[in-house]
T-cell receptor, first 112, second 113 residues
Framework: GDSVTQTEGPVTLSEGTSLTVNCSYETKQYPTLFWYVQYPGEGPQLLFKVPKANEKGSSRGFEATYNKEATSFHLQKASVQESDSAVYYCALSDLDNNRIFFGDGTQLVVKP | GPKVLQIPSHQIIDMGQMVTLNCDPVSNHLYFYWYKQILGQQMEFLVNFYNGKVMEKSKLFKDQFSVERPDGSYFTLKIQPTALEDSAVYFC???????????FGEGTRLSVL
């Protein structure tokens, strides 16, 4: 079945440092890949999605490249801010079951 | 922009009672989802719904759970009877097609006492 494995959190960084959250996936298909962000007390919101292999998605300084060969979709940001503190979810579309499959989420804590 | 609205934002009920969580999805969306999130834990898929039918449900979607969207109105999750372990935040989401990122509501916090 499908699986999404992310960096285990919490990840604690100082403001201005770089971020990488690893995401690896397993699926039989060629999924669309997503990164969602969830702030405390809110529902998850889409950061960006990438439907095709070897393409890059980006938003608010975050980016990730759909690497089909490595089955990876790592999230990166060059310089994090305190406001980036949230839980980040990697997800893939499961066409056989008509659903979006989420990883366990990675909590990011950014200290001033 | 378009929003998924969830009503109520917080519901407190006694164990064994019935509860209905309401979701007002985006008007032209066709796929609907419910996810469950226990405090501090990851989001877990419960069920998805398309064309008036449940497409897939997880092991968390117990026999006490049911979903429907009568006459294109609210997409509802009903739990009857409720149990203590049903306490969680329930998120509704909708999308136009399977490759579109689902848009999530703010969640309904369910407290079963």
């Amino acid at each position: 079945g499908d699986s999404v494995t992310q960096t285990e959190g919490p990840v604690t960084l100082s403001e201005g440092t770089s971020l990488t959250v690893n995401c690896s996936y397993e699926t039989k298909q060629y999924p669309t890949l997503f990164w969602y962000v969830q702030y405390p007390g809110e529902g998850p919101q889409l950061l960006f999605k990438v439907p095709k292999a070897n393409e890059k998605g980006s938003s608010r300084g975050f980016e990730a490249t759909y690497n089909k060969e490595a089955t990876s979709f790592h999230l990166q940001k060059a310089s994090v801010q305190e406001s980036d503190s949230a839980v980040y979810y990697c997800a893939l579309s499961d066409l056989d079951n008509n659903r979006i499959f989420f990883g366990d989420g990675t909590q990011l804590v950014v200290k001033p | 922009g378009p929003k998924v609205l969830q009503i109520p934002s917080h519901q407190i009920i006694d164990m064994g009672q019935m509860v209905t969580l309401n979701c007002d999805p985006v008007s032209n969306h066709l796929y609907f989802y419910w996810y469950k999130q226990i405090l501090g834990q990851q989001m877990e898929f419960l069920v998805n719904f398309y064309n008036g039918k449940v497409m897939e449900k997880s092991k968390l979607f117990k026999d006490q759970f049911s979903v429907e969207r009568p006459d294109g109105s609210y997409f509802t999750l009903k739990i009857q009877p409720t149990a203590l372990e049903d306490s969680a935040v329930y998120f509704c989401a909708s999308s136009r097609d399977i490759n579109q990122a689902p848009l999530f509501g703010e969640g309904t916090r369910l407290s079963v006492l």
